[in-house]
């Protein structure tokens, strides 16, 4: 058996039966509910000699489909692409007034279909549809129900950030800044693999990735504390998903606010730092470099601007004392 192809079921409920975003504790968000359906997609052999299948015309869109299309086979195996191939032949694309501000597009993953009310939406939308697995659940890196998620706010940074890569020019939704700038983060650790995973729609292959530099108790703290910012920009934005009155009160305290940015950024410095480590354990990287990437790291994410008001600062009395505990001893993981 593939060593993440189950994870402990320990200390959680389904994610069909508990909200995301149930209360306040001791001023963090209490434990979002592990779905217990994650799994891993595997895909057939057969896979590798697949074919584009014959497909409609898409009328005004058909420009974009064969334009995105394009793009993903010029930069992908076709193994990544066994997604988009199925969900394409009977994708629906419509014109639709979308009332919600900020909001100019939407894939619903169930009825495989894209309402646009800007055609610069359609490749963010066309990303949604080409990592959605034949279980309608598993969105890229997104677990998907009727009426709940779960990593959202890691998926839409991702799948914006691609874009943007695939179709230099487009402009990025400004409500999905934070969520790209975590997403960049975490590609850094996971590398080129993270594209795979993606495409792959495989969750739990990302969570497998980042196991060696945290617990999963800490992994899914961090999904939910992203999809919480997530939300609580939605919110502001006047955007597209519903926000519970949890989400809303939280938002107007900004001490909650704080810590957890704070406790966000320090999560992502740490896996961050630890993966440095763990390339200077085995030479990849040299001392010095060890030490540079570590300052670049804080300079170049430190004053990030996220939402609509607020930005990424971090902890310096946590930074240094990772920094001192790290390179106290190099040679230990």
Do not use: W
Not at 168 to 184: D, L, Q, R
């Amino acid at each position: 058996m593939d060593n993440h192809e189950t994870i402990s079921q320990s200390n959680y409920e389904s994610i069909e039966s508990l909200p995301a975003f149930s209360n306040k504790r001791k001023g963090k968000l209490m434990r979002v509910p592990k779905p217990i359906d994650i799994k891993k997609i595997t895909l057939p052999e057969e896979l590798k000699h697949v074919q584009v299948p014959e497909r409609k015309n898409f009328g005004l869109y058909e420009r974009y489909v064969a334009n995105f299309i394009n793009a993903l086979e010029l930069k992908y195996p076709k193994e990544y692409l066994f997604h988009l191939y199925q969900n394409i032949k009977s994708l629906e694309i419509k014109a639709e007034e979308i009332e919600i501000l900020r909001c100019s597009g939407t894939y619903s993953p169930r009825i495989n279909t894209i309402a646009l009310e800007e055609e610069s939406a359609i490749y963010h939308e066309l990303l949604h549809m080409a990592t959605t697995s034949s279980d309608r659940k598993h969105v890229g890196f997104e677990y998907y129900t009727l009426f709940k998620s779960f990593n959202r706010g890691l998926n839409e940074g991702y799948t914006e950030l691609l874009k943007k890569r695939l179709f230099p020019g487009k402009k990025s939704a400004e409500t999905y800044a934070f969520n790209m700038t975590v997403a960049e983060i975490i590609e850094k650790i996971v590398g080129p693999k993270m594209e795979e995973l993606f495409f792959k729609a495989d969750l739990l292959g990302l969570i497998h990735e980042l196991t060696p530099y945290s617990s999963e108790d800490e992994i899914m703290q961090f999904f939910s504390n992203v999809d919480f910012i997530n939300a609580m920009n939605m919110s502001y934005a006047g955007s597209a998903y519903p926000t519970s009155l949890f989400v809303r009160k939280c938002a107007n305290d900004s001490e909650f606010v704080k810590n957890i940015l704070s406790e966000t950024f320090n999560y992502l410095t740490k896996i961050y730092f630890l993966f440095l480590k763990k390339q200077f354990n085995m030479g990849t990287i040299t001392e010095e470099q060890f030490l540079n990437m570590q300052d670049e790291f804080l300079e170049e994410y430190s004053l990030v601007r996220y939402g609509l008001s607020y930005h990424f600062t971090y902890d310096d009395a946590y930074v240094e004392q990772l920094k001192a505990s790290l390179n106290k001893d190099k040679k230990t993981l």
